[in-house]
């Protein structure tokens, strides 16, 4: 009874190990499942999925408190999951894999500064894939041998001025996220690229739909057609 209330207390639900499941609520069931899982002192933990079925708020709380959790107890935790933002929040070290090969392995911050091949890069956050051709390349050095380059939408520049390392477009959509705004934009060449911006940076430009303005890529990768490892 005394190391079940241990692990009650370490998986925060102290005082609640008279209720019936029916009593509990996903996250709190959830944590219930962990608790029997470290209740044998395991050397390796692994988690397939543990979070799957819960709304995205309480999966969000789920993960810094399993976070924290896996700080105190130490053990060697294997996490699977197809959600890329819970991966990078929660892991020390991420293993991308594609049609059960390894693609890259890292940590969260190589991974997405570092992507090893296009599937790396286009899986782990978003990202614009576009002609090499482009101008919007063309015009700023980016020279690549392989057919197309990958641009993430918080490394492109939006000006409302035109200079020579700019090209044109025209911001189709503008959707407001609260910490941020993403913007679709139409390129001359009739190429759709999608930028994020701070709600500081938005303000400070004054976007509006159907606007004329002038981009450009702060930085941008390519990848051969085929890597595995």
């Given at each position: 009874k005394a190391r079940v209330e241990e692990l009650l207390n370490l998986v925060q639900l102290g005082g609640?190990?008279?209720?019936?499941p029916s009593q509990l609520s996903g996250g709190q069931?959830?944590?219930?499942a962990l608790a029997r899982a470290l209740a044998v002192e395991?050397?390796?933990?692994?988690?397939d999925e543990p979070f799957g079925a819960l709304d995205a708020k309480v999966r969000k709380d789920l993960r810094a408190?399993?976070?924290?959790?896996h700080d105190e107890v130490h053990v060697t935790t294997v996490f699977v999951t197809h959600d890329q933002e819970e991966a990078m929040e929660v892991a020390d070290r991420i293993?991308?894999?594609?049609?059960?090969?390894?693609e890259q392995v890292g940590t969260p911050a190589e991974i997405y500064d570092h992507p090893a091949s296009a599937f790396v890069m286009s899986f782990i956050g978003p990202v614009n894939v576009l002609p090499s051709s482009s101008r919007i390349f063309q015009d700023n050095g980016f020279d690549s041998a392989n057919p197309e380059m990958f641009l993430r939408p918080h490394d492109v520049v939006i000006e409302t001025s035109e200079n020579s390392a700019t090209v044109p477009a025209?911001?189709?959509?503008?959707?407001?996220?609260?910490?941020?705004?993403?913007?679709?934009l139409t390129l001359d060449d009739g190429q759709v690229v999608n930028a994020n911006l701070s709600r500081e940076k938005f303000d400070q430009l004054q976007l509006q739909p159907q606007q004329k303005?002038?981009?450009k890529p702060k930085d941008a990768k390519s990848f051969p057609l085929y890597y595995s490892i």
């Open positions: 609640l190990g008279d209720r019936y069931r959830q944590r219930v395991p050397k390796v933990l692994l988690l408190w399993l976070r924290r959790l293993t991308v894999m594609n049609k059960g090969k390894i025209r911001i189709s959509r503008l959707i407001h996220l609260g910490w941020e705004v993403q913007v679709e303005v002038y981009v």
